[in-house]
């Protein structure tokens, strides 16, 4: 079983960058389908991007499209957030998942990411 633990949250002003990190361990990281998730109190856990083993796959939130980067390192297993242009709207507890059948299965406890105008 597959344990995630997410950094790299903070809080910046509109239009700054952050880069967060997930750190995975136990379990096959190669196998697992990764994502990024977000949720701000009182909503659903939200989509913002995921990315295939192999890295060929990178679909994005239409909400985060070309401000946003996923990427991986199979041999740190590790998968990373890098986030351009910061709104305030992005601000919410960000998630890392793994997923190794149909759903998201694996969590991590989240990071905290506050953007102000």
């Known amino acids: 079983q597959v344990q995630l633990v997410e950094s790299g949250g903070g809080s910046v002003q509109a239009g700054a960058s952050l880069r967060l990190s997930c750190v995975a361990s136990g379990g096959e990281f190669i196998t697992y389908s990764m994502a990024w998730f977000r949720q701000i109190p009182g909503k659903a856990r939200e989509f913002v991007a995921s990315?295939?083993?192999?890295?060929?796959?990178?679909p994005y939130a239409d909400s985060v499209k070309g401000r946003f980067t996923i990427s991986r390192d199979n041999a740190k297993n590790a998968i990373y957030l890098q986030m351009d242009d910061l709104k305030p709207e992005d601000t919410a507890v960000y998630y890392c998942?793994?997923?190794?059948?149909?759903?998201?299965?694996?969590w991590g406890p989240g990071t905290q990411v506050t953007v102000s105008s």
């Open positions: 998942g793994a997923r190794d059948g149909l759903e998201y299965g694996y």
């Open positions: 990315i295939s083993w192999n890295s060929r796959s990178t």
